[in-house]
Structures are given as structure tokens and as C-alpha cells.
């Protein structure tokens, strides 16, 4: 899939990783980012939105990404997430493999970690260098 | 002697509960209640599966609001032994990824959900 065609959502309750994951997706050739402060207005926003691609914090007031996560699975579409957290507990990381998490990214996270995993899911990324 | 999979301590066949880190460290058969090591596949006691009580993973949950109790003797519903099964899964995952650590590095991660990367 090529970044250019895809619609992201980033969850997560922290001004900071979302304009950083927001400048590192733009460099990958991600169009603009959908956002979200909390897990609640993060479903809001999927429900409206369809996004392809979720990234998704663990720990976020109104509704943390577990039950994010449980309900975009329950809901039946094909959304990758990708969980962004800094939740290194096996137990908390294993259930989100088992809830249905494509992959899990551990802040503090880099660009290149975040293309791996990108193109590891199969969208088409090409690392531009940084100018 | 059992190695406790948490710590590697060595500890007495009779033990439940490791000796130095006090995490549980045998398997409860949710069939006959047999204290199966916390790897094995099959009950020592009655050659079933092992689908097991978790039961407390160390120390402070038996001193929390949730009080321990010895495992069930018998059958167990059909959603109780789905609940067991998933986290002896869990545990098992826990070992084969991390070790005795309890929490994953970023390249535990990528072997956990590499392997089923589409």
C-alpha cells in the first residue's frame, strides 16, 4: 500500500508523540494525520473516519487502547494498529497481540523503527533523508 | 529440584511457590488439581491437557483483596477453562519471549509480532 493513499488516526493523549509521530509519518510520505487526545474520541473518530492505519498509546484517559483496540476488532474492519506505548509489561503486550495489535512499538520510538514496522505490514515506505 | 522460570532459583519438587522470588512456579491440572511443572503439556495426574489455574503469579496477590484459593478438584465450565487456558498461553508466550524478564525489549517485541507479520 502506498503511504500516499492512506488515511492514519494516531491516538495518544500526548501533544508531543502525536507531532512527532505526525512530522516522522510526513517524512514517510504520509498524507496529513487524523488525531486524537483519548481512547474516546479516538473511536469517535474511527467510526467516522474508516482510517487504514491507527496508531494507538496504551495509557490515555476515557478509554485506554485496550478497549480502543477491542473495539476496533469487535467492529470487524481490516485497520492495522499498530500500538505505540511505553507499556513494556509482557502480560499488557501479549494481550494485545491476542486482542489483535499488527505490531507494537515501544517509546521512545525513532523514524526508522517506525518505517521497519511500516513496511514489515506492507505499505510501500521509502526512507527520505533528513535535509 | 524445579527451576523456578522466573528467577532459575532451584527449588524443592514440593514447593509451589519459588523460594526467592516467591512466584508461583508448578501448573494446577483444572482437571484433577495435580501440581504439574509450570512447562507441561499434559497432567502428571491425569494425562489431560494441562488447562490450569493461574492462581496468583507471586506473593502480593495473597496478601491483596483477592484471596488465594487451593485449585479447584473437578471440572470447570467450559468458559473457566477457556479463561485458564488463555493465560497458561500467556504465560508460556511470557517465557519463550522474555525469559524470566517481565518486561519485553523492543526486539522481543518485533520476534512476537514479526512472526505474523502479512
Not at chain 1, 514517510?28 to 474520541?41: N, R, S, T, Y
Not at chain 1, 494485545?96 to 520510538?109: Q, T
Amino acid at each position: 500500500m502506498l503511504p500516499s493513499e492512506t488515511k492514519v488516526l494516531i491516538v495518544d493523549d500526548s501533544v508531543h508523540v502525536r507531532l512527532l509521530l505526525r512530522a516522522t509519518l510526513d517524512k514517510l510520505g504520509f498524507p496529513p494525520v487524523l488525531q486524537a487526545a483519548d481512547g474516546e474520541e479516538g473511536w469517535q473518530l474511527f467510526l467516522t473516519e474508516s482510517p487504514h492505519l491507527v496508531f494507538l498509546d496504551q495509557i490515555m484517559p476515557r478509554m485506554d487502547g485496550a478497549e480502543v483496540l477491542a473495539r476496533i476488532r469487535s467492529h470487524g474492519a481490516d485497520t492495522r494498529v499498530i500500538v505505540l506505548s511505553s507499556v513494556a509489561g509482557a502480560e499488557k503486550i501479549i494481550h494485545a497481540k491476542e486482542m489483535g495489535a499488527d505490531h507494537y512499538i515501544l517509546k521512545p520510538f525513532t523514524r526508522e523503527k517506525v518505517a521497519e514496522v511500516l513496511s514489515q505490514l506492507g505499505w510501500e515506505i521509502q526512507v527520505e533523508a533528513d535535509s | 529440584m524445579n527451576t523456578c522460570p522466573h528467577c532459575n532459583a532451584l527449588n524443592a519438587p514440593t514447593r509451589h511457590y519459588c523460594r526467592n522470588c516467591g512466584r508461583l512456579i508448578v501448573t494446577f491440572c483444572c482437571h484433577c488439581g495435580f501440581a504439574n511443572d509450570i512447562e507441561a503439556q499434559y497432567c502428571g495426574g491425569c494425562g489431560e491437557p494441562v488447562a490450569a489455574t493461574d492462581l496468583s503469579l507471586d506473593r502480593s496477590s495473597k496478601i491483596g483483596t483477592t484471596a488465594v484459593t487451593p485449585p479447584t478438584i473437578g471440572r470447570l465450565t467450559a468458559e473457566e477453562q477457556a479463561e485458564l487456558q488463555r493465560i497458561n498461553r500467556h504465560r508460556r508466550e511470557t517465557i519463550a519471549i522474555g525469559g524470566s524478564r517481565t518486561t519485553l525489549t523492543q526486539e522481543d517485541l518485533d520476534r512476537l509480532f514479526g512472526k505474523e507479520t502479512k
